[in-house]
């Protein structure tokens, strides 16, 4: 396409992710499965896999996309930071998804024939459930007083996982390389996994409270709020992620971590509304862009190589791997069966994974980037058509659980 058919088109997808929701009340057709849709219907001219050839585009919008949609989710959640009143959360994202990950990269070395360092990789991709997608299902706004339990473990894990699941997908691509010794071993539990996490959590909270002392020693009319602007909210994302790069910290954690330290530290639910209204605004923006690139891909050989057992494959990462990681992580318990029932059902993927797949394009032999996007490519389309279209059945059960406890 020209560059102005290419405005256009971007233009005529913007207007679409404002307007179509309101006529998708009550009907099993989702915004995602829209954007989607329209990608396939742009004209194409073929080719290989875009997502490969244009890797780092990739990977710089859909990680701009990660951090607008995890300071949103951070900014949702209105119940207090604590270990204990966080114990769905816990569960989730310490013992669910790394059984979803074993679960998947077992799957992937039986049906894909992969090795154990691909299968990890690629478990690792798709175990994060996407903060952008799972929308619907997530915390009302700000100072609503939502504390369902089911929507809260959903919005809390969506903020989070998507940096706890780099870990492993380090782990997987070194694994793939073959340079994993004893030493490489310590180095990644040391570095990639304890302080890529902790470094991250502390310096979100770290940076929250230092923002917030700053901002409280000007007079009002001079404070933040006093702008009335939300688009602070992406500032406040990117910075926090800058800078927990710059000390190797995991920086989608730090983001999560300044969000939720933010909600605790300032009483004013007005001005936390108005950051997240604009953070849910752009990150639908970007969502719609990003599925309808993603499908407009199709045409251009994402799933090329795709078989039987690749279907297979995808259908076991979306509604078997989950539902059974959920079941034995919540072994003890006290959630009541319809939380467990929610939480288990919603492995929405998205763009997090596009996202883990472009950091492996350049570490990977074409072929195996290649083939591996083709699956990550057969699994979120499987996953937005699958989940769009029961969504809102599913989302009954998040009805009346209220009064969950940990």
Known sequence: MTPALTIMVGGVLVILAVWLPLFLRGVPLSLPMIAVGAGVALPSVGGDQPLMRYSDAVETITQFA??????????????RFSFRGWTSTWRLLL?????????IAFSAMWLLGLS?????????????????????VQTDEPGTGDD???????????????GLAYPFVILGLGLAAGSFDAGEWTR?????????????????AVLAGALVLLNDQFPEPLKLRSSNSGIAAVGLGLLAYGIAELVCANGFVAVFALAVAIRNLVPS?????????????LEKVLMVMILAVLGAAVWQGLLSGIGWRECVFAAIALIVARPLATLLGFLGSRHTLATRKTVGFFGIRGIASLYY??????????????????????????SVFFFGMTADIAVKYCVGERRDSA
Do not use: C
């Open 66 to 79: 990660l951090i607008v949609a995890v300071i949103g989710a951070g900014l949702k959640i209105d119940r």
């Open 95 to 103: 013992l669910v998804m790394p059984l979803s990950i074993a679960a």
């Open 116 to 136: 154990a360092g691909l299968a990890i990789f690629l478990a690792s991709a798709l175990a994060p459930t996407d903060p952008v997608l799972a929308a619907s």
């Open 148 to 162: 369902d339990e089911s929507r809260f473990a959903l919005t809390s894990e969506a903020g989070l996982n998507d």
């Open 188 to 204: 990644w539990a040391l570095v990639s996994l304890i302080w890529n996490v902790a470094g991250g959590a502390l310096t979100g």
């Open 269 to 281: 639910y007005a001005y936390s509304r108005r950051l997240n209204h604009a953070s849910e605004e």
């Open 357 to 382: 797949a472009s950091l492996a394009v350049p570490l990977l032999s074409p072929q195996e980037a290649s083939y591996l996007i083709s699956v990550i490519g057969l699994t979120i389309l499987s």
